[in-house]
C-alpha cells in the first residue's frame, strides 16, 4: 500500500468553493438518499413511493399537476434520465383521478435531460401520472427477459391536427404556447427502485459549464460519501456540477471503525494511465494525535487476493468514463477523539498530480466489529483483503502430514517422490470398501509418473541434477522442489501436497537458446485395479473404457482432467499453466469459458491418450499420457506445465453422519420439521429469513431467532449462502462494480427491470425470485470476494450461530473452500457442508461431471446431493462414480424425482424432505434395526457378504450382533428371481436358525419372509429390505 508523509509539490487549495450558477428559471430539485422520506417543501420536487401495477407500467413514473386547459397541456419532465436512447422507449399517461389511461399524448421532444410532452387532460384540476419506463416481457421467470416498450402513436388524428402537433406543425414550436402543466414529483414503486443522487445526470449546460471554468484538469475528481455509492460510469450525476470538483471531503467516523468513502474520477478530456496514489498520515487539530497512512487502503488499486497475493494495479481510465475509487481508513479505537486531516494525492503517468483534503471528524463513540455488525456502513469492505484461515492448519478428521526420507503421508495415503520431483510411488491404504484405513498398501502406480520432453525425433531427453529435496514441513503442508537439466533446457519443479492428498505441480521449462520439440507431456502409468471406473475429458462416470483420445476444445466444454480409480485408490488429475482462470460454471460456462493453457494445449495441438498396454516396468498398465505436440521455444522463453493430482479416497465413510443427520430443507417452524422425523434443516434463500441470495446479512434478528428455536429442540440449522451469484440488495454492489471484473461478471447486461435500470450493462443477469424481486448478479470465478465470502462466513457463525452451509453448485476453487471447513470448524465444531449440484453434462455447462468438477471441494464436505437431471435408470457403475460420492469417502442424497429408492439404499442414500420422495418410512425401518451401531458391506468392497450371483442385482449389507440389514437393489428392467450367496461367519449368524424378513415399508415395499436358502424375486427396477435374524 502506497502512502507518503512528503508534502506534495502539486498541491490544489483544497478549500476551494466553488458553487455553479444555475439558469435563472431553473427548478430547484432536492434529491433524498433512498431510505429518507419524500422530501416535500414549496417550490421542490417531491421523491417518493407509490402503488401500482409494476409489471404493466414500469416501476418510475413523474407526478404532474394540471390547473386548466384541458384540451391540450404542455409539460416539460425534468428526468434527466442515466438511460442511454430514452427517445426509443414508450411511455404512458394515466388519469389519476379515474385511473385510465390517456391516449391524446403527443411526444414532442425526448432528450436524457428531459421529456416535452402534450397530452390531453380530462380530469380538471388534476394529477397525471407519466409511467416513463414501462418494461414487457417473463416477469414471473427466474431467468426473466425484459424489454422496454416501444413508443406508440396513441393519439387521435384530429386531437394532434387542431392543438398543432403533427410532424409538420410542429416544426413552428406553437405548442410551447399551450397551457402548461407543472412536475410536482416523481415517485418509484419501492424505496429500493427509487434512482439516486447519484443516477440524476448533469444537464449539458452544466457540463460545459464545469469544464469552462476549470479548462486546466485533465480530469475532475469528486469526493463522495459512502452512503452515495456513485453508480453511474458514463455521466457524473448532477450534484457533482453543482458542487464542482476537487472539493474537500469530511466525514465522521467513530473510534475502532473501517471508515470507508468515495473519490470518483471523471476523465472528461483524455483517458489516465496508470493511476496512482499515496496517503499521507492524518494529524489531529490542535494536537499530535496522528493516524498512519498505513491505515489508508485503496480497494481499486491495491488489496491481497484470494489466494494471498499481494497487489498494486496502475489502474487505466478510458476517456469519457467515471471511475469510482473507494477507500477505507481503519481508525484505531485507542484514537483520541477530535479532527482529523490528512491527504490523498493521485498521479498517472499522463497527467498532473491531484491532491483532496480528507477531514475526519472522529467522536467519542467506540463502534464494536470495526462497524461491521452494521452492513449499510459498507465497513466489510476491508474484507476484501482477508487471509482468515489462510493457513496451514487442519480439519477433521485429517491428520498431521509425516515426512519419511522422501514419502509423505497423508490420512490413508502416501506420496514417494522421485529424484526429479515426481511421483514414483502412490499408494492408498483404505479398505472394507472405504470404511476403514487398513496397513496393506495398495499401489496406484504401476511405474513412477513422469514429465517427458522428446526431440523432433521422437527420442526422450536425458535429464540430469540433484535430487529433489523437501523445502517445507508443517502439519497441513509438505513442499518440494527439483531443478534438473538437459542441454539448453531447464526444467525446474515445485510442488506442494496438502493434508487431504492434494499435490499441486508447477513445473516450468526454460529454453537457454532457440530449441525445438518434439513433445512434452506427462505421463501417469497405472495399476487397472486402481484405474478400474473412470469420469472427466468427457466420459461420463462409470467403468474405464479401454481406450480414449480426447482433445483441447475450451470454447464448449468445461473439461481440463478425469478422475480414474478404483473404490479404495486413485486420483484425479488436472492440467493447467500460470493463465488458469476459473471458468463460470452452471448455465454460465459459455460466457467465460476455459483459458487454453498455452504449454499444454499449444494452440490446439495438446491432447489426453487413455489406454490399456505394458509400463516400462513390464506390468500390465493403464497409460494415462497427455501430450502437447511440437513446438520451438527461443532463447529465454519459458512455458508452465502446471498439473494437479488429487488422491483419493480422501476419508473413509462418515456411515454414522449419514444415518444419524436427517435433512429438512426447506424454511417451515422446526416444529413441524421435527414431526417429520429430521433434526437438521437447511434454510434455503427467498424467504423471511434469508431473503436475499447469498447476502445474509439484512435479516439476521429474524434469522437468529429461528436458529436459537431449531438449536432448543436439539436440531441444526444450516443456511443457504455461496458465492456464484450476488444479490442486488447487497450496500456493497456498487463498490463492487467499481472494480471493473474482478468480483462480478461482464456481460450482456438485460434481465430483470431493476438490474437495467440501475447497473445499466455490463454485467451478467443470474438467479431473480418474482415473488420478492430479488435480482442477482454473476459473480467472477474467483476473486478477493472470496475472502470476504470467508469473513462473511465467520461473522455468521459467531454472530448467528449457525450450524454450516447448503451450497448449491460451487463458484470457487479448493483455497477457499479449505478456508470455508477450517472456519466452519474453528467456530462450530461439528458444522456441516452438504453440496447440491445439477448435473453439469449438458452445453450450456460445457460437458463437465459434476462430481469431477468438484472433486477439489470433496474432502472437506459432509453430505452430497445429485441433483437434478441425474439419471437414475443409468447403470451401477454410473451411480457409484457420479452420484454417491462413496469412491472419495463421502455419502449422499437424490433429488431428480424423488431418484430410486431401492437402488439408492444399496448406496445409504435416501431422498430428501420435504422434495420429491419421503424418507421418513426408511428412517423408521433405520432405527428399528439399529443401523447407526451397524456396520456397512457395500456391494463395491472387495469381499461382500452378501451377493446374488447376479451383476444387475446389488447388495449392501449392515451388520450388528444377532442380526443383519441387506438392501437389493435390481438394474433390470424386470422382476429376477435370486438366490444370496451369504458368508454366514462374517454376519455372525447360524444359517440354520436364520430367517429373512422383509419388513412392510410405506411406498417402499410388502411385508414377506423367506428362508435363507429359497430364492428371492426382485422386483425390476426396484428391490427389497431384508432383515436377517435368528429364529
Avoid at 487549495?13 to 431553473?26: D, K, M
Avoid at 450525476?237 to 471503525?257: I, L, N, V
Avoid at 474484507?383 to 509425516?402: C, E, F, I, R
Avoid at 454472530?799 to 477450517?822: C, N, P, Q, S, W
Wanted: one cysteine or more.
Amino acid at each position: 500500500m502506497r502512502h507518503s508523509g512528503r508534502s506534495f509539490t502539486h498541491r490544489l487549495a483544497v478549500a476551494l468553493s466553488l458553487v455553479i450558477a444555475l439558469p435563472a428559471t431553473a427548478q430547484v430539485i432536492t434529491v433524498p438518499p433512498p431510505g429518507a422520506p419524500p422530501t416535500r417543501r414549496p417550490g421542490a420536487l417531491t421523491y417518493g413511493t407509490g402503488r401500482w401495477e409494476p409489471d404493466s407500467l414500469g416501476n418510475h413514473r413523474a407526478v404532474v399537476h394540471v390547473e386548466q386547459g384541458g384540451e391540450a397541456v404542455y409539460v416539460r419532465i425534468p428526468w434527466r434520465r442515466r438511460d442511454l436512447t430514452p427517445e426509443k422507449v414508450g411511455l404512458v399517461v394515466m388519469d389519476a383521478q379515474t385511473q385510465l389511461r390517456v391516449r391524446n399524448v403527443a411526444r414532442m421532444e425526448i432528450t436524457r435531460e428531459y421529456g416535452d410532452l402534450v397530452f390531453q387532460a380530462p380530469s380538471l384540476p388534476g394529477d397525471y401520472y407519466v409511467y416513463y419506463l414501462p418494461y414487457t416481457g417473463t416477469f414471473k421467470s427466474n431467468y426473466p427477459k425484459i424489454t422496454y416498450r416501444l413508443p406508440e402513436a396513441t393519439a387521435d388524428a384530429g386531437w394532434m391536427q387542431r392543438n398543432g402537433l403533427t410532424a409538420q406543425q410542429a416544426r413552428f414550436g406553437q405548442w410551447r404556447q399551450l397551457p402548461s402543466a407543472s412536475v410536482t414529483g416523481f415517485d418509484a414503486i419501492d424505496d429500493f427502485s427509487r434512482f439516486t443522487p447519484m443516477e440524476y445526470i448533469a444537464s449539458r449546460s452544466e457540463l460545459d459549464s464545469l469544464r469552462t471554468r476549470y479548462a486546466w484538469a485533465e480530469y475532475f475528481a469528486f469526493a463522495e460519501d459512502r452512503s452515495l455509492s456513485i453508480r453511474m460510469t458514463d455521466d457524473i450525476p448532477r450534484r457533482w456540477a453543482q458542487q464542482g470538483p476537487f472539493q474537500a471531503f469530511t466525514g465522521s467516523a467513530k473510534r475502532g471503525e473501517f471508515y470507508t468513502f468515495q473519490i470518483g474520477l471523471w476523465a472528461h478530456r483524455m483517458a489516465i494511465d496508470s493511476l496512482r496514489y499515496e496517503a499521507t498520515s492524518f494529524t489531529r487539530k490542535g494536537g499530535t494525535e496522528t493516524i498512519p497512512a498505513s491505515a489508508v487502503t485503496a480497494f481499486n488499486l491495491e488489496g491481497i487476493d484470494w489466494s494471498g497475493g499481494r497487489f498494486t494495479r496502475a489502474l487505466r481510465v478510458e476517456r469519457g468514463k467515471v471511475q469510482p475509487l473507494w477507500f477505507g481508513v481503519d481508525i484505531p479505537a485507542s484514537t483520541t477523539p477530535g479532527e482529523y486531516e490528512g491527504d490523498i494525492a493521485f498521479g498517472s503517468s499522463n497527467a498532473r498530480e491531484r491532491v483532496f483534503r480528507i477531514v475526519l471528524r472522529v467522536d467519542s463513540a467506540t463502534v464494536a466489529n470495526h462497524g461491521d455488525d452494521d452492513p449499510s456502513l459498507l465497513t466489510r469492505l476491508r474484507w476484501l483483503n482477508s487471509q482468515l484461515a489462510a493457513d496451514d492448519g487442519l480439519v477433521p478428521p485429517y491428520t498431521p502430514m509425516t515426512v519419511s526420507g522422501t514419502t509423505i503421508g497423508v490420512l490413508g495415503r502416501s506420496l514417494t517422490v522421485g529424484d526429479d520431483g515426481f511421483p514414483s510411488h502412490i499408494r492408498s491404504y483404505f479398505a472394507d470398501g472405504n470404511t476403514t484405513v487398513g496397513t496393506v498398501p495398495h499401489d496406484v502406480l504401476a511405474a513412477p509418473v513422469q514429465l517427458v520432453v522428446r526431440t523432433v525425433s521422437g527420442a526422450s531427453m536425458e535429464w540430469t541434477g540433484a535430487a529433489a529435496t523437501i523445502t517445507k514441513r508443517a502439519p497441513g503442508a509438505v513442499a518440494w522442489s527439483a531443478e534438473r537439466r538437459s542441454g539448453p533446457l531447464t526444467m525446474q519443479v515445485r510442488a506442494q501436497m496438502e493434508f487431504e492428498g492434494t499435490t499441486m505441480y508447477r513445473v516450468t521449462l526454460r529454453a537457454a537458446e532457440r530449441t525445438s520439440i518434439g513433445d512434452v507431456r506427462l505421463e501417469i502409468p497405472m495399476r487397472p485395479g486402481a484405474a478400474e471406473f473412470m469420469m472427466g475429458l468427457g466420459q461420463k462416470g462409470g467403468r474405464r473404457p479401454a481406450e480414449l483420445r480426447w482433445t483441447w476444445d475450451v470454447a464448449k466444454k468445461n473439461q481440463d482432467g478425469a478422475w480414474i480409480g478404483g473404490v479404495g485408490a486413485g486420483l484425479q488429475f488436472t492440467l493447467t499453466d500460470e493463465h488458469y482462470v476459473r471458468p463460470l460454471n452452471t448455465n454460465f460456462y459459455l460466457s467465460k469459458p476455459l483459458v487454453l493453457p498455452s504449454s499444454w494445449g499449444n494452440g490446439g495441438k495438446g491432447g489426453c491418450d487413455i489406454s490399456e498396454g505394458a509400463a516400462p516396468t513390464r506390468e500390465t498398465a493403464v497409460s494415462v499420457s497427455c501430450y502437447s505436440g511440437a513446438r520451438t521455444m527461443e532463447a529465454g522463453d519459458s512455458l508452465r506445465f502446471d498439473f494437479r493430482l488429487m488422491l483419493t479416497p480422501f476419508r473413509t465413510l462418515d456411515t454414522s453422519g449419514q444415518w444419524k443427520t436427517r435433512y429438512f430443507h426447506a424454511f417451515v417452524p422446526v416444529d413441524s420439521i421435527a414431526r417429520r422425523g429430521a433434526n437438521t434443516v437447511n434454510v434455503h434463500h427467498a424467504n423471511r429469513v434469508n431473503p436475499w441470495i447469498n447476502y445474509p446479512f439484512i435479516e439476521t434478528a429474524q434469522m437468529r431467532a429461528y436458529i436459537d428455536s431449531a438449536h432448543a429442540r436439539g436440531m441444526k440449522a444450516k443456511i443457504y449462502y455461496t458465492v456464484r451469484e450476488l444479490s442486488n440488495r447487497a450496500p456493497e454492489l456498487f463498490a463492487l462494480r467499481s472494480l471493473g471484473d474482478e468480483v462480478l461478471s461482464g456481460g450482456p447486461g438485460g434481465g430483470y427491470s431493476w438490474l437495467q435500470e440501475h447497473l445499466g450493462g455490463d454485467y451478467l443477469a443470474a438467479w431473480h425470485v418474482p415473488t420478492n424481486k430479488d435480482a442477482a448478479v454473476v459473480n467472477s470465478g474467483v476473486s478477493r470476494w472470496h475472502n470476504y465470502y470467508v469473513e462473511g462466513l465467520d461473522w455468521l457463525v459467531k454472530h448467528e450461530k449457525i450450524d454450516g452451509l447448503y451450497i448449491d453448485d460451487v463458484a470457487f476453487d479448493r483455497t477457499t473452500m479449505k478456508r470455508v471447513r477450517k472456519v466452519l470448524d474453528r467456530g462450530n465444531p461439528g458444522a456441516l457442508i452438504d453440496l447440491h449440484s445439477a448435473n453439469q453434462f449438458n452445453p450450456r455447462d460445457g460437458f463437465a461431471s459434476s462430481a469431477n468438477l468438484y472433486l477439489e471441494h470433496f474432502p472437506f464436505l459432509n453430505r452430497l446431493w445429485f441433483g437434478e437431471y441425474f439419471d437414475y435408470d443409468a447403470p451401477s457403475d454410473y451411480w457409484l462414480v457420479e452420484v454417491s460420492g462413496i469412491p472419495f469417502g463421502l455419502m449422499g442424497e437424490m433429488l431428480e424425482k424423488g431418484g430410486n429408492p431401492w437402488r439408492g439404499m444399496t448406496m445409504g442414500m435416501t431422498a430428501r424432505l420435504p422434495w420429491s420422495g419421503d424418507p421418513a418410512p426408511l428412517w423408521k425401518v433405520w432405527d428399528t434395526f439399529g443401523i447407526d451401531r451397524s456396520r456397512m458391506h457395500g456391494w463395491w468392497s472387495a469381499r461382500p457378504p452378501v451377493t446374488t450371483g447376479d451383476s444387475l442385482v446389488l447388495a449392501t449389507t449392515w451388520t450388528r450382533p444377532g442380526r443383519a440389514m441387506i438392501a437389493l437393489g435390481s438394474w433390470h428392467a424386470d422382476d429376477r428371481a435370486v438366490r444370496l450367496a451369504i458368508d454366514w461367519k462374517a454376519l455372525g449368524l447360524d444359517p440354520a436358525r436364520t430367517r429373512l424378513r422383509a419388513p412392510a415399508i410405506e411406498n417402499f415395499q410388502v411385508a414377506g419372509t423367506w428362508s435363507a436358502s429359497q430364492s428371492i424375486t426382485v422386483p425390476g427396477k426396484k428391490g427389497l429390505i431384508l432383515i436377517a435374524e435368528s429364529r
